[in-house]
């Protein structure tokens, strides 16, 4: 029986599954870290592998997220997938939020940011990263950045900030934990599935926040 290999780092978590083929969970592991995604992420892959070789699909979690978990994530996924010669597929942090609900949840707007959020008529600068869901869990559009108006509010990366955001706009918030590996699995099985692969490269909404060091010497 094939089975996939699911893993996410995007948060604050190192998440590692194992689905079969028919969607059954086999194994999944989760462990929350500040930091050392990469020193976590390996031990972990082989510890839910335990010597298999039947792996016929991995899917990774791309984010948005942590600049070094997702690097991490995806260069152990592609690695892999390139060493067995098997498909290797990204899964959006947004469609993984929305597909740990229940269903019957109704509309819901996934928002994954850390920065401080922006309801209409704020300074764009502050604008989150969003993705609006209808109430069947169909993605109304890509993900992009605006404000958030919606009725439900979901954040994963935005801590205290999600509470008083929602207060703003005096809608209900939930807030959820890290990406689930299993989850990620289990989309990435569906798309498979349905001929729809999507690359495991980074999502990245905007530019990352760094600035390239200069030469000793060399004034600004």
């Known amino acids: 029986m094939a089975v996939a290999l699911g893993i996410d ?8 599954s194992l ?25 972990m892959i082989a510890e839910v592998l335990g010597g298999r070789h039947d792996v016929g699909a991995i899917a990774v979690g791309i984010g948005p997220g942590s600049f070094t978990g997702l690097r991490v994530a995806l260069a152990a996924a592609r690695g892999i997938a390139l060493a067995r010669a098997i498909p290797c597929l990204g899964v959006d942090g947004f469609r993984a939020q929305r597909a740990a609900l229940p269903p019957d949840i109704g509309p819901v707007t996934v928002v994954l940011d850390a920065r401080p959020m922006a309801v209409p008529g704020d300074d764009p ?18 993900p992009r950045l605006e404000p ?15 509470g008083s955001l929602a207060a703003r706009l005096n809608a209900p918030a939930i807030e959820l934990g890290p990406v689930r590996a299993e989850i990620v699995a289990a989309l990435g099985l ?8 999507v690359p495991a490269r980074p999502l990245y909404l905007r530019a990352p926040d760094v600035s390239v060091a200069r030469p000793a010497g060399v004034k600004r």
């Open 9 to 16: 780092a995007s948060g604050a978590a190192c998440s590692v």
């Open 19 to 43: 689905t079969a083929w028919d969607g059954q969970v086999l194994i999944a592991r989760q462990e929350f870290v500040e930091r050392g995604h990469a020193t976590h992420m390996m031990p």
């Open 125 to 142: 600068k502050h604008l989150p990263m969003v993705q609006r869901f209808s109430a069947e869990g169909i993605a109304v559009h890509e």
């Open 148 to 162: 958030v108006d919606a009725l439900i509010v979901l954040g994963t990366l935005v801590g205290q900030r999600i």
């Open 190 to 197: 569906a798309d498979l599935a349905a001929g729809r692969v």
